[in-house]
């Protein structure tokens, strides 16, 4: 072999190697970016879809509005280490008067309510005077509020901060009852009237489940969701 071939076998020796060595090393580069966004996008885009998907299939079933998805979701998400039978029972929500079957329940929440203008986004619960208002699910009582249109109501917010349960037209509170008191699911919050513009011949609770964020305070807008097909699945 010539001193010239020897050469020209060096140079394509090496030229071919530093080829190889660009297009693994390049290949590489494309793994280790591409694997660094699955890493990135995964945890938001997987963690709401899964239970999601199971809320909206559970409510399909019944044909009810599916208002109720993201208290579902957030229970789920709130739960994440807990077993599901416990996270189950303890954002089932318990019919919020005393001696009230889900059958006695009807949907009011989308009646029109001021002359048109805006939605119930509430049920009204009928009860003689005096039955016992209970709450629908553990919290702190965050305000005890006396307004022209509600009366005497209870702000209830759920100890991950997310949820407010609003109860209106009370016609007493229960003895001893303080705003900042932690309550239990199914606890005495007060009694069924009509304080406030409810009619004096129907006596109702006005019911309200509110989405809003563990920052906003209570008097803050936030996201109705309908109580009814939550009601009628409690036991
Ligand atoms: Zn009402």
């Known amino acids: 072999m010539s001193i010239v071939d020897r050469f020209l076998t060096i140079i394509i020796t090496a030229t071919i190697t530093s080829a190889v060595w660009i297009v693994a090393g390049g290949s590489l580069m494309d793994n280790a970016s591409s694997a660094s966004q699955i890493g990135s996008t995964r945890p938001a885009e997987a963690a709401p879809s899964p239970s999601a998907t199971m809320a909206v299939a559970t409510d399909s079933a019944t044909g009810e509005e599916t208002g109720d998805d993201p208290v579902e979701v957030a229970a789920i998400l709130d739960t994440e280490s807990a077993t599901a039978p416990s996270a189950r029972s303890t954002r089932e929500l318990m019919i919020p008067v005393m001696n009230i079957r889900p059958d006695d329940l009807s949907d009011t ?76 699911r199914g606890q005495r919050l007060g009694t069924v009237g009509s304080s406030g513009n409810a009619s004096d011949e129907a006596p109702h609770l006005h019911f309200a489940i509110m989405r809003t964020t563990p920052e906003a305070e209570w008097w803050e807008p936030a996201n109705a ?8 699945r409690a036991k």
């Open 225 to 232: 969701l309908n109580p009814y097909p939550l009601l009628t």
């Open 109 to 184: 929440y989308t009646d029109a309510r001021a002359g048109g203008d805006r939605l119930h986004e509430a049920i009204d619960i009928m009860a003689p005077r005096g039955t016992s208002v209970l709450a629908a699910a553990p919290g702190t009582v965050e305000k005890l509020f006396l307004s022209k249109a509600g009366g005497k109501t209870i702000y209830v917010r759920s100890e991950n901060g997310t949820t407010i349960h609003y109860y209106a037209h009370l016609d007493q509170y229960a003895d001893g009852l303080v705003e900042g008191q932690r309550v239990r």
